[in-house]
């Protein structure tokens, strides 16, 4: 069964600083996705990562898979207000099915 | 160019009344998703769908049917609300290629 967890659950940033949010999941990936949701809003597309030591960059955001560690980080690079909202990854396998499996998300507010 | 629409967007229920959702998409996509998603929680996996004629279960099955008779259309149905139903469902499709993951607004469903 594939399983994918989010490291931490809640980040309370100060602005200017640099922080990163982890994604660990269970099976083989073929594919991972970074979304962004605002309060009461849908889900926004940010990344779509398809093979090993794949490194994609918008803004402050930079976002890398490690397919051998089944690991990935989005990294946030001066944070600013504008950021605040909540990040999820998700994983699809081959393996476990083509299921597309979210992780539960950080929930990320940054301070001034 | 409308890309995943969902309808209703709201609706609300009294226990043991029956509805079916909607979510249609134009872009020809293979595969396609129901999650439910409850206050500061992740998405689950409800049923998904990888291609015409098929469905398959995903995490959170119970009391809900789907089907997939048309290739643009996916339907999530409710035979019997109950207030744990009470949720925002989000509808997801994607092609078999590059494979970004396109979300619809989603459907505020309120069970008294």
């Known amino acids: 069964e594939l399983k994918v967890e989010q490291n931490p659950l809640f980040l309370s940033m100060q602005e200017g600083k640099n922080y990163t949010i982890y994604c660990n999941y269970s099976t083989t990936s073929d594919r991972l996705y970074w979304y962004r949701q605002d309060p009461g809003k849908s889900l926004e597309s940010l990344f779509v990562l398809l093979s090993n030591g794949a490194v994609k960059q918008e803004g402050r955001l930079m976002a890398s898979l490690d397919t051998k560690a089944r690991l990935s980080t989005l990294h946030i690079t001066a944070a600013v207000h504008d950021l605040s909202a909540t990040y999820f990854c998700a994983v699809v396998s081959k393996a476990a099915g083509n299921k597309l499996t979210f992780g539960g998300g950080t929930r990320v507010l940054v301070k001034p | 160019n409308a890309g995943v629409t969902q309808t209703p967007k709201f609706r609300v229920l009294k226990t043991g009344q029956s509805m079916t959702l909607l979510c249609a998409q134009d872009m020809n996509h293979e595969y396609m998703y129901w999650y439910r998603q409850d206050p500061g929680m992740g998405l689950r996996l409800i049923h998904y769908s990888v291609g015409e004629g098929t469905t398959a279960k995903g995490e959170v099955p119970d009391g809900y049917n789907v089907s997939r008779l048309k290739k643009q259309n996916f339907l999530l149905g409710l035979e019997s609300a109950a207030p744990s139903q009470t949720s925002v469902y989000f509808c997801?499709?994607?092609?078999?290629?590059?494979?970004?993951?396109?979300f619809g607004e989603g459907s505020r469903l309120t069970v008294l």
């Open positions: 997801a499709s994607r092609d078999r290629g590059l494979g970004e993951l396109f």
